[in-house]
């Protein structure tokens, strides 16, 4: 079954934020897989992902984005 086109931003309390990246950062480093759950779908990612970071800049206005992606 083939899953829906999907592109969510959903916000944290940054106490929440600061749990999730941190089991994250643990994971990277333990070569580990991940499962987190955002806006009520839980992800699994496997241990091979890629991580990268990406900074964008329009105008007066700028983004940070930590990015792990993988395939099914």
Sequence with gaps: MKKKKRDVTKEYPRTKFV???RRLADAV???EKFTIQVAGE???IPRDATVNIEHERSGDQQELEFQVT???
């Design 19 to 21: 749990a999730k990246l």
């Design 42 to 44: 839980r992800l699994y």
């Design 29 to 31: 480093e333990g070569n």
């Design 70 to 72: 993988w395939k099914n």
